[in-house]
């Protein structure tokens, strides 16, 4: 199956993009420290690679550094040309509570906090709209129909394009299309998170949500690039995440080795694997890259070229088998919020 199409269609009502999208997360928070320079040159050489006509899909949460990544992101659509600059189409995830240290206290999808968290968002990034707005979890408290309510308000006030959800079960998924139109559900997806395969994507499918997949490559877990005595910089969340823990992460990685061999014999690196394999995936699905620098930038984009064949998918699957991780996702107390787990 080729994947070097310019543009996929996030769901039945979303937008056209480029078949990658570019994660901005890791230049701000989660990963250690980042540079800001190159953080930038990587978000313009992400805008370049994509063709004109099609739109570059930027992802990011308002919660990210508390607010530095979208102004990261409004300082390099400023710097960038004004044709590159036009093609960049945003989402947002919003509603997550955090404290001075940078812990998280939970999530706040009220209707009165959707409209205070937007304003603040689209003053960060400089711009009049959001492309596509998405709570980042669930708050318990509040029915997603009010919350996905409220955002439906400022599509129609002009503030917002799109509706998105993000790591939403099945259940609630068909809740918040009733209200208004879901353009797509932003959820893991990658060949060692494959949980949405049984219930969760074919009800997008049914829906005619598109999926933006993140941690294609599980946080760089099975990008070919981590090594197994790896010392992880202070502030990095991945010295917390069970898949990367002891014998987990030996266990991750012996899965990787057999990857690896899949992809030297294709001629392409580890990562262009598992993301060319997202990509075969169906046409209603986008990977998110998480690139912080300009040369994982450049490999990711070079997945759009691989082709993978029916022997190549089963060597792939036999390498790497559904269910095969060691260790859940996300600490277990992040588990807890994910409406997608229970």
Excluded at 71 to 95: D, H, Q, T, Y
Excluded at 272 to 279: D, E, H, M, N, R
Aim: hydrophobic letters at 45%; a negative charge.
């Amino acid at each position: 199956m080729t994947t070097n199409q310019n543009t996929r269609t996030l769901g039945s009502t979303g937008p056209s993009v480029f078949p990658l999208g570019l994660g901005c997360m890791g230049m701000s928070a989660l990963y250690g420290e980042a540079d800001r320079a190159e953080s930038v040159a990587t978000i313009h050489a992400y805008l370049d690679a994509v063709p004109e006509g099609a739109s570059a899909l930027l992802d990011t949460g308002d919660f990210y550094g508390m607010g530095h990544n979208e102004m990261l992101i409004g300082e390099a659509l400023r710097s960038a040309p004004a044709a590159a600059a036009e093609r960049a189409l945003i989402s947002v995830k919003f509603g997550a509570l955090r404290t001075v240290e940078g812990g998280f206290t939970g999530y706040d999808g009220r209707p009165a906090a959707v409209r205070n968290f937007l304003a603040y968002s689209l003053q960060r990034l400089g711009r009049d709209h959001i492309d596509v707005y998405r709570i980042a979890r669930v708050d318990p408290d509040v029915p997603i129909e009010e919350t996905v309510g409220a955002i439906a308000e400022a599509v129609q006030a002009g503030h917002v394009r799109h509706i998105g959800l993000s790591e939403v079960g099945a259940d609630t998924l068909r809740r918040a299309a009733a209200v208004a139109p879901i353009s797509d559900l932003q959820i893991e997806y990658s060949l060692i998170s494959r949980g949405i395969e049984a219930e969760i994507l074919p009800t997008a499918r049914e829906l005619g949500i598109g999926v933006t997949a993140y941690g294609v490559l599980s946080r760089g877990l099975i990008s070919g690039h981590f090594s197994r005595d790896r010392e992880l910089a202070p502030g990095d969340f991945r010295g917390m995440s069970p898949r990367f823990q002891g014998e987990n992460l030996q266990r991750n990685l012996d899965l990787v080795d057999a990857l690896r061999k899949v992809a030297e014999d294709k001629g392409v690196s580890v990562a262009q694997t598992a993301i060319a394999w997202v990509l075969s995936r169906g046409e209603d699905i986008v990977p998110l890259v998480g690139a912080r620098r300009r040369d994982r930038l450049a490999e990711a984009l070079g997945a759009m070229t691989v082709e993978l064949t029916a022997a190549d998918l089963a060597a792939i699957e036999e390498a790497v088998p559904a269910g095969a991780a060691a260790g859940e996702r996300y600490p277990e107390a992040q588990m807890a919020h994910l409406d997608s787990e229970h």
